[in-house]
């Protein structure tokens, strides 16, 4: 199995600030990773998937890179809406696994 | 509009059975694989099963392989998980989501409110 694992636990900046959302894999995946939003009660949104495609409606101060093992979710400038957890998810082997999710807090 | 809406969560006894259902709509059902995942409280995101579109294929988490069955309706467009032999560790939201194309591996594109399932006696 893949294991996935997300750092931070927990980011906390301020509006307009860079938000920096690390997910590394204990094997290569190539590029099979995929990004998800979940706020709070609410079920989770496709932000990114495959590195870098930026899903319908998605704005584009969210952006990925990486390949292989080590990949990072990048907030160009946090707005108060982004509040929330965020997944990362590979895809490149069964079974398909999680990272542990990096909750966003705005101050 | 893409619309997925999972129903049939409630509160079942250990060693007992549940079925899940998911409806879909606004998309051809037939032509995407869908996925059952599930959040325990206060927990994160747990992959349990995935199915092909069309030509079924299944696919599940260890955890759950020989007790779930996923399943799917083509002519319903419905989504199934038939959860047998329930124990707490089940206790989760369980999400339906479709995915972004054919294969089981896809992106989950769309995600439903999700169903609760608690397993207590």
């Known amino acids: 199995e893949v294991v996935v694992t997300q750092s931070p636990a927990t980011l906390s900046l301020s509006p307009g600030e860079r938000a920096t959302l690390s997910c590394r894999?204990?094997?290569?995946v190539l590029t099979y990773?995929?990004?998800y939003q979940q706020k709070p009660g609410q079920a989770p949104r496709l932000l990114i998937s495959d590195v870098f495609n930026r899903a319908t409606g998605i704005p584009a101060r969210f952006s990925a890179s990486g390949s292989g093992t080590n990949f990072t979710l990048t907030i160009s400038s946090l707005e108060p809406e982004d509040s929330a957890v965020y997944y990362c998810q590979q895809r490149n082997n069964w079974p398909l696994t999680f990272g542990g999710g990096t909750k966003v807090e705005l101050k | 509009e893409v619309h997925v809406l999972e129903s049939g969560?409630?509160?079942v006894q250990p060693g007992g059975s549940l079925r899940l259902?998911?409806?879909?709509s606004g998309f051809i059902f037939k032509n995407y694989g869908?996925?059952?995942v599930r959040q325990a409280p206060g927990q994160g995101l747990e992959w349990v099963s995935s199915i092909d579109g069309?030509?079924?294929?299944?696919y599940y988490a260890d955890t759950v392989r020989g007790r779930f069955t996923i399943s799917r309706d083509n002519s319903k467009d419905t989504l199934f998980l038939q959860m047998n032999s329930?124990?707490?560790e089940d206790t989760a939201i369980y999400f339906c989501?479709?995915?972004?194309g054919f294969n089981a591996y896809e992106p989950l594109e769309r995600w439903g409110q999700g169903t609760r399932v608690t397993v207590s006696s």
Request: with cysteine.
């Open chain 1, 25 to 28: 894999t204990s094997q290569s």
């Open chain 2, 97 to 100: 989501a479709k995915l972004s």
């Open chain 2, 54 to 58: 069309n030509t079924g294929d299944t």
């Open chain 2, 9 to 11: 969560g409630a509160l």
């Open chain 2, 34 to 36: 869908m996925t059952w």
């Open chain 2, 86 to 88: 329930l124990t707490v």
């Open chain 1, 33 to 35: 990773l995929v990004w």
């Open chain 2, 21 to 24: 259902s998911c409806g879909a």
